[in-house]
Each structure stands twice: as C-alpha cells, then as structure tokens.
C-alpha cells in the first residue's frame, strides 16, 4: 500500500499567515499567496478568483452514499456538480501544473521581491511558458528579455524553442544572434529543441544566415553610404562625422594610389569582408580589435603619415559605425522574414 505524498510549505516570502489562497505545485509545495497580488499579474488568476466559490459545508461528515445521492439529485434537477474546494488554514488550494521550481521563480517577479536567478535556459523557458499561459504581462516581458539574453549564447536552441511557442519576436532576436556563430559551429550546437519544430522552420533559419553572409560583406565594396567626413568617437560613445576634413584612407597625399584611396586600406577592407563571409555581426567587429590592430601594421608597413593617433582614432571610428552599420542592415533582413 503506498502512502500519500508529503505536501510541505514554501520558503519566505510564500509562508505568510497574512495570505489568501494556496497554490499547490505538480511536485506537492503549497505556496501561501495573495489573491489580490495574483489577480492584478494574471487575468486567468482574476477572473478564476472572481466566479462565486462554494461554500464549505457544516455540521455533521455526510457519507459517501449520501454525497453521491446528492450528486444524482443535482444531475436530475439539472445544476452542474460542484465540487467543493479543498481547504487548508481556511485557505482555498489550488492545484496547478508547474514545478515548485518555476512557481518560486514565476512569483518572485510577481511580488516585490528580488528578481529571481535565471541564468538557466531550461528555468527560464519553463517559467516563460507559464507566464504565457496565466497571461502575465510583466513577467512574459521579464522572461522574453532574458530568453533573448541566452541567445547570444544558444541561439539555435531560443530559436527552436521560440518557433515551437509561435514566439516571432524573440524567434527573430535568435535568428540575428545566430550571426555572432559560423555556420559550422551554429549547427553543431547540441539543441535538443529542434526535435519540436520542422525542417522548413530550421531551413528559413539557415536561409537567413546564407543570405546575411552573403550580402553583408559587399557593404565594404559600395561605400555610398557612409557619411561625409572624418568619423571621430564621441565622449557619449556614438560616431560623428567632421565635414570638411577626409578621413584617414582618403587624406594622405604621400600613400594615396591611382583609385584615391590609401594603400593599407583595400587590405584592410578585405579583412574586414572575410569576416562578415563568415559571421556577419556587428559584435563579432568589434570583439575583434585584432582587425583595427593588423590595420595598424599595415599602415606603418605602407605610410607612416597615416598612423597617427588621429588617423586610428578615425579608422576605430569607422569600424564601429560599420559596425552598427552591419546589424541595421541585419535586422532589416530579419524584419522581412517570416521565421514562426
């Protein structure tokens, strides 16, 4: 004969003796809460806490053989069975689906308290989608934003996992931070979550990743669209432009060849261009001062009029506005595809 599961309590802050209602998790944790809390997180706990509650029953234990007379009775008068809540401290308990795990992180977000750990993607997949379910804004918002943060780490499985959820938002966010990856090593990730969507959900992904490295490293052949000027750094951390003055690969006359430009500076746009074959993000330039660095070598090989403070100020300049360049153009291609 097996014996019943122990039920125990959750930790503070889920114990108060000032709470209204018990949430019973799938692995047997009560967690003491406020009706009033709940209602304003979640419109399915309000409107499931608002319809008229039976009353509990007093006087003398009915039987079983007079409880289910009385079932038979309501059926033949046509009422629907209601079955009585249980009770607990005077509490109504209320069974749920989720995991004391998630439950915990879930109202942590809820009520007043500290923000929960989410450093684990399997937690904060599991409390996002009850976050979905009860309709809870704020945490949806909180668990969506830190769902995109591990992307940049696993993108593959945050793209499964968001496809599968018909999450597009976030589904676009992964497909983007894909980019940060060469495609040998995106799919070789270990993602158990690409068991749950198909193969044309996982072929838009890598048609997107073909399309950005193939477009992306012609944006160093057309420079049409940089700015007039020299770019310079500003104190708040953006890239302005000086008019009037040309910058580095354009202004040197000792080392400017038949085409105007520098001679350190088609080598060092081929770099550049190798790169975004590879992983066309802007993170990945500038995670990479080695670029910046070999350019510099290049330059005091070619022209040392041009390696100057100012003229690698102008160079570190351009490699961040291509930068930002990069994930614009990137994030055009995602917003004009369709990944859920």
């Known amino acids: 004969m097996t014996s019943e599961p122990e039920i125990v309590d959750a930790d503070h802050p889920f114990n108060k003796p000032s709470a209204d209602l018990i949430l019973r998790t799938s692995d047997n944790v009560d967690f003491h809460v406020h009706k009033s809390i709940l209602s304003e997180a979640s419109p399915v706990f309000e409107t499931m806490l608002s319809l008229p509650q039976p009353r509990k029953p007093v006087g ?3 039987s079983p053989s007079t409880k289910f007379a009385e079932q038979i009775q309501e059926l033949k008068n046509g009422r629907p069975v209601v079955k ?3 009770l607990k401290n005077g509490r109504p308990v209320v069974k749920i689906p989720e995991t004391a ?18 450093s684990d993607l399997d ?9 979905i379910k009860y309709e809870m804004d704020h945490p949806t918002t909180v668990l969506s ?4 943060a591990h992307a940049t780490t696993s993108p593959l499985r945050v793209y499964a996992f968001a496809v599968h959820r018909r999450l597009e938002e976030e589904a676009r966010f992964a497909a983007r931070a894909s980019l940060r990856f060469g495609l040998n090593t995106l799919i070789s990730q270990d993602a158990p979550e690409m068991f749950d969507i198909s193969g044309v959900d996982y072929q838009r992904l890598m048609r997107y990743v ?7 490293p012609l944006i160093t052949k057309d420079l049409s669209w940089l700015p007039k000027g020299r770019p310079f750094e500003q104190e708040s951390g953006t890239v302005g432009w000086e008019t ?3 910058p580095p690969w354009y202004g040197c006359g000792a080392c400017r060849g038949d085409f105007g430009v520098s001679a350190w500076w088609d080598p060092y ?14 993170a990945v330039l500038l995670g990479m001062p080695a670029l910046v660095d070999q350019a510099s070598r290049e330059m005091g090989l070619k022209c040392w009029e041009c390696r100057t403070v100012s003229g690698l100020g102008s160079l570190r300049a351009f490699t961040k506005y291509l930068a930002m360049e990069v994930d614009r153009r990137t994030a055009e291609i995602a917003a004009n595809t369709t990944f859920c």
């Open 145 to 148: 934003q830190r769902l995109q």
């Open 101 to 118: 795990a998630s439950l915990a992180m879930l109202l942590q977000i809820c009520y007043p308290y500290k923000d929960p750990d989410m």
């Open 84 to 86: 009585i809540p249980e």
């Open 269 to 282: 746009l081929g770099w550049v261009r190798q790169r975004l074959a590879e992983r066309p993000s802007g």
């Open 60 to 62: 003398l234990a009915r």
């Open 210 to 216: 073909v399309r950005c490295q193939t477009e992306l």
């Open 123 to 131: 937690d904060t997949m599991e409390v996002l989608v009850a976050a």
């Open 244 to 246: 009037g003055r040309e």
